[in-house]
C-alpha cells in the first residue's frame, strides 16, 4: 500500500475494524423490543457488532437454552445486526466451557486420581472407588517414605504375598465433576472431553450446529469458543493407546513418573503433556474448525489454559484470541499473536476490558483507551470489549449487568458524548495494525520438557520468561513464543531456549534493538509495509514522559499521526524523533525514504484562565467536585461563563484544561483490575460548546480543544458539558443485589457479584481544574490529542 493510500485510509478506515462487544443474554429472558433499542445503541457509538453469550438467571427464565423461542431470538437478533450494518457473532455454548445435559458421563472430563497406600506383608485387594475406572497398579518396596525407584506393575486387582513392607500405588479415572460455568437455564451439565472427537462431536450436534441453523440466513461473523478453563483434565479413556500410537513406547508402565520424581521423569512427562495437546489440538479445536469451514463460517478460539493449549494449537482455528494486559509481561494475548504471526493469521483477536476498573460502571473512557493500549502493544488488532449486558429496557434501578467486568451501554452518562470518539479512535488502530508484517526479533521457545507438571501451558510459560521478556521489551525488541511444534517446521534465527532464560540480563546473539526509547513506560510494536515502517508508541505509565525515539530501521523522513483526528500531526527529516506523551497518551510514527513537509507542532505564547463559570445557572468556584454537594448523582452537568476577546483574526485558540495528576490506588484489588491511575482534570468527560457550536469531546491527555473559527470579537458564550460515570448510581442501587439473591434462590448459586463495595471508592466528577484560554503559534498544525468532531 502507497503511503498516501496509508494516509487516507487511516482517516477514514473500513468499518470490520470497528471494536466489537460481548453481549450477555441471561436467562434465557429477552424481548425483541429490548434487543432492538441495544443494537441500535451499539450502531450509534460505532461499535462494529456484538459476540453473544448467554449466561446464568439474572430473573425468572421465559425459556429454555436452545428452545424453539430462544432460537427466534437469536434470529431476531442477527437479522437486526444485518439491518443495522453491524457483525453478529456466535458463541457454540452458554457459560465456559463447552458442555451441558447432552454430554453423557462417557463423553465428559476426566482426570487421574492416585492413591497411594501402606501394605503389610500379607496379600490384599487394589481399591477402587464407585464411579472409578481403574488404569494400573503398581507396588514399591518399602514405605512411602523410602520411595524406591523400582517397582512392579500388576496386572490384577490382587496384590501377592510379600516378604516385608510396600507401597501400593492406584491410578484411576474419574470425571473431574466439573460443570459448565454460569451456564443458562437448561444449559447445565457436565464439561466435555477436549481429548476426545465423539464428544466434540456430541457438542457440535446438539449446540453448535442448532445455534448456527437458527440464525441463518443471516450472516455471522464467526463462530467462537471463549476461555478452556476445565480443572484438572489429564485424562481421556484413548490416552494410553493414542500416547503408543505416537511416541512409539508403551506409557502404562512409566505412569508412576506421572506421581514420583524417579528414574528420567522428566522425557516422558514432556511425552505424556505432549500427547495430551496434540489430542485437544485434533479431537476438539480441529473438529470444530473443519465444521465451521465447512459451513461458511470463521472459527474465533480463546486457546490457552487446561486442556494444555499449545501456542500452535491455535493453527487448526481461523481467528487467534487472547485476553489480559501487560506488554512487558505474558499475557493471553501474547499467546494468541506469537500463534497469528507464526502461522500467518493477519487478524489477532483479544477480549478487552475484562476487569477493567472494577466493579461495573466504574471504567471511565480514559481506562478503556489506556487498557487497549496494553493489547495493542501486545500484537493485537480486533477488539472484543467485555462487555454489553442485555437488560429490558423497564427494568428498575440501573437495570441488569455482569458479575464482573465493565457495563458498556448508554446507562454511563458519558456515552453519547464519548463512545463515538473512542471508537473512532480504537478503529483506526486496529485497522493500522492490520498492515504490512509485525517485526518481531526474538523468539522464545520453551519446550513440554520445561512446564510439566503444570497442564496450562500459558500459566507455566509465563512464570519461566517473565523477567526475560520485561528485558526484551524495555531494551526495544519485541518477540514471539514458539513451541516445539513451530520451531520443528519453521527453525527460525535468535531463538531464546530454556538455557538463555535462566539469567535474562544475558541474552546472547540478540541483533541491534529494533527500536531505542529512553523511557521504560513506552512501549512499541512495529508493522513494516514494504519501504514503510509503521510504529504504535504508547506511554503506559500515570507521568508525563519525555523521551527520544530511536528505530534501527533507518528512514530519511518520519511523519506522526493522531488516531482520535485521522491526521498528520507533525513531520520532519531524519529517523530520530523526539517525543513527549503525557499520562497513557499513544501516537502513532511512520517513517519512510522519500521528501516530506516539515510540520512542527504548535508552541502556546499565552495562557488566561476562564472563570465566572455558573453551574446550573448557580455561579461556582472551581474546582467543582459533585460528591461534595450530590452524592449518588450520576449524569450531566452544565458550566456556562461569557468572555470578552478584542481580536480573534489570525489567532489559534485552545481551551486547555490542564494535565491530570498521578495517583496511586487506594487500597489493593482482589482482581487484576486495570485502571487508568491519575486523576484528570475533568470528571469524566467534557463536551465544549462555544457560541452554540461543537468544539469537541475531551476523556484523556492531552485535555485540550482547538476552538479557532468558533470565536467571535467581542463577548463569547463557552459550556461546558460534563458527564461523569454510573458508579455514583451505583453507590446506591438495590435492584441488582435483589435480582441476585431471587436468582440464587430460584437456580442456585451461579455467580456472585463482585467489588460492589466499591463502587464509591475515590469518586470526582465535575469540573475540576481551572480551564484555561491559550494561544497558541500558527505555523503549524497542533496535536488536538482527545478531541474529535472538530
Not at 327 to 333: D, F, M, S, V
Not at 566 to 579: F, H, I, P, Q
Request: hydrophobic share 40%; proline share 7%; glycine share 8%.
Amino acid at each position: 500500500m502507497r503511503l498516501d493510500e496509508l494516509r487516507r485510509t487511516f482517516a477514514e478506515p473500513p468499518n470490520d475494524a470497528r471494536p466489537m462487544l460481548r453481549w450477555w443474554w441471561f436467562g434465557p429472558a429477552a424481548d425483541e423490543a429490548s434487543l432492538d433499542r441495544q443494537l441500535q445503541t451499539v450502531a450509534a457509538a460505532g461499535f462494529g457488532g456484538v459476540e453473544v453469550a448467554y449466561v446464568y438467571p439474572l430473573a425468572p427464565a421465559t425459556c429454555d437454552f436452545g428452545s424453539p423461542r430462544f432460537h427466534e431470538l437469536l434470529r431476531h437478533a442477527a437479522l437486526r445486526c444485518q439491518e443495522l450494518g453491524l457483525r453478529f457473532d456466535l458463541t457454540l455454548g452458554s457459560g465456559w466451557s463447552f458442555g451441558g445435559p447432552h454430554i453423557t458421563p462417557d463423553l465428559a472430563a476426566r482426570r487421574l486420581h492416585w492413591e497411594i497406600r501402606e501394605l503389610t506383608p500379607g496379600p490384599s485387594r487394589v481399591p477402587v472407588m464407585p464411579g472409578d475406572e481403574f488404569v494400573a497398579a503398581y507396588v514399591f518396596p518399602g514405605s512411602i517414605h523410602d520411595r524406591s525407584e523400582t517397582y512392579t506393575l500388576l496386572d490384577t486387582l490382587d496384590v501377592p504375598d510379600g516378604t516385608g513392607p510396600r507401597t501400593l500405588l492406584v491410578a484411576t479415572s474419574r470425571p473431574t465433576g466439573q460443570n459448565v460455568k454460569r451456564a443458562a437455564a437448561g444449559a447445565e451439565g457436565p464439561v466435555l472431553d477436549h481429548y476426545s472427537a465423539a464428544a466434540t462431536r456430541a457438542h457440535v450436534r446438539s449446540v453448535a450446529a442448532p445455534l448456527l441453523d437458527a440464525v441463518a440466513p443471516a450472516p455471522v461473523g464467526s463462530v467462537f469458543c471463549d476461555s478452556l478453563e476445565v480443572y484438572s483434565s489429564d485424562w481421556t479413556p484413548e490416552v494410553l493407546a493414542e500416547f503408543g500410537r505416537r511416541r512409539g513406547y508403551d506409557a502404562l508402565p512409566l505412569l508412576p513418573l506421572l506421581r514420583f520424581d524417579i528414574t528420567d521423569f522428566r522425557g516422558f512427562r514432556a511425552d505424556f503433556l505432549r500427547t495430551l495437546s496434540e489430542l485437544y489440538q485434533e479431537n476438539f479445536v480441529a473438529v470444530i474448525g473443519e465444521w465451521a469451514r465447512e459451513r461458511g463460517v470463521p472459527f474465533r478460539i480463546q486457546s490457552y489454559g487446561v486442556p494444555p493449549a499449545s501456542v500452535s494449537s491455535y493453527r487448526y482455528a481461523d481467528v487467534a484470541e487472547g485476553e489480559g494486559w501487560g506488554w512487558t509481561g505474558l499475557p493471553q494475548t501474547r499467546w494468541a499473536s506469537s500463534a497469528a504471526h507464526i502461522y500467518g493469521r493477519r487478524i489477532v483477536s483479544s477480549e478487552v476490558w475484562t476487569w477493567v476498573h472494577s466493579p461495573s460502571f466504574r471504567a471511565t473512557p480514559l481506562d478503556l483507551q489506556a487498557e487497549a493500549h496494553e493489547h495493542f502493544l501486545c500484537g493485537v488488532n480486533q477488539l472484543v470489549g467485555h462487555g454489553l449486558p442485555y437488560t429490558p429496557a423497564d427494568a428498575p434501578g440501573l437495570g441488569w449487568f455482569f458479575y464482573a467486568a465493565g457495563a458498556f451501554d448508554d446507562r454511563n452518562p458519558w456515552w453519547d458524548d464519548a463512545a463515538p470518539g473512542l471508537t473512532t479512535y480504537l478503529q483506526r488502530l486496529c485497522w493500522l495494525l492490520r498492515q504490512g508484517d509485525p517485526v518481531a526479533d526474538v523468539k522464545i521457545h520453551v519446550g513440554f520438557e520445561d512446564v510439566y507438571p503444570e497442564l496450562d501451558l500459558w500459566k507455566a510459560t509465563a512464570a519461566k520468561v517473565s523477567d526475560v521478556v520485561r528485558r526484551i521489551r524495555t531494551g526495544g525488541w519485541d518477540f514471539d513464543l514458539w513451541d516445539d511444534e513451530a520451531i520443528a517446521q519453521l527453525r527460525p534465527d535468535f531463538v531464546l531456549t530454556s538455557a538463555d532464560l535462566a539469567d535474562p540480563s544475558s541474552l546472547p546473539g540478540l541483533p541491534e534493538p529494533d527500536v531505542v526509547v529512553d523511557s521504560d513506560a513506552i512501549g512499541v510494536t512495529h508493522r513494516r509495509l514494504g519501504d514503510v515502517d509503521v510504529y504504535f508508541v504508547a506511554n503506559t505509565a500515570n507521568t508525563r514522559q519525555e523521551a527520544t525515539f530511536t528505530p534501527r530501521t533507518r528512514r530519511s523522513s518520519y511523519e506522526l499521526w493522531d488516531a482520535k483526528s485521522g491526521s498528520v500531526v507533525r513531520s520532519g527529516s531524519g529517523s530520530t524523533v523526539d517525543l513527549a506523551l503525557d499520562a497513557y497518551e499513544a501516537t502513532v510514527i511512520v517513517t519512510f525514504d522519500a521528501p516530506a513537509e516539515v510540520r512542527t507542532p504548535g508552541a502556546p505564547i499565552s495562557r488566561r484562565q476562564v472563570r465566572d463559570f455558573a453551574f446550573r445557572g448557580a455561579p461556582v468556584e472551581l474546582p467543582h467536585r459533585w460528591e461534595d454537594t450530590r452524592a449518588g448523582y450520576s449524569g450531566k452537568g452544565e458550566y456556562e461563563t461569557r468572555f470578552h476577546l478584542d481580536s480573534v483574526t489570525d489567532r489559534r485558540l485552545f481551551l486547555d484544561f490542564g494535565e491530570a495528576r498521578p495517583i496511586r490506588e487506594d487500597r489493593p484489588r482482589t482482581l487484576r483490575s486495570f485502571r487508568a491511575l491519575v486523576r484528570p482534570p475533568v470528571g469524566e468527560v467534557v463536551r465544549v460548546v462555544v457560541n452554540g457550536c461543537d468544539a469537541g469531546v475531551v476523556w484523556s491527555a492531552p485535555y485540550r480543544v482547538e476552538i479557532t473559527g468558533l470565536l467571535r470579537d467581542g463577548d463569547n458564550i463557552l459550556k461546558l458539558v460534563v458527564s461523569n460515570t454510573a458508579a455514583n448510581a451505583l453507590t446506591e442501587e438495590t435492584e441488582i443485589h435483589r435480582l441476585a439473591a431471587d436468582s440464587e434462590q430460584r437456580y442456585g448459586r451461579r455467580f456472585a457479584m463482585q467489588e460492589l463495595d466499591r463502587a464509591g471508592d475515590d469518586l470526582h466528577s465535575g469540573l475540576l481544574t481551572t480551564p484555561a484560554l491559550v494561544e497558541w503559534s500558527a505555523s503549524a498544525p497542533c496535536n488536538r490529542g482527545t478531541v474529535s468532531g472538530v
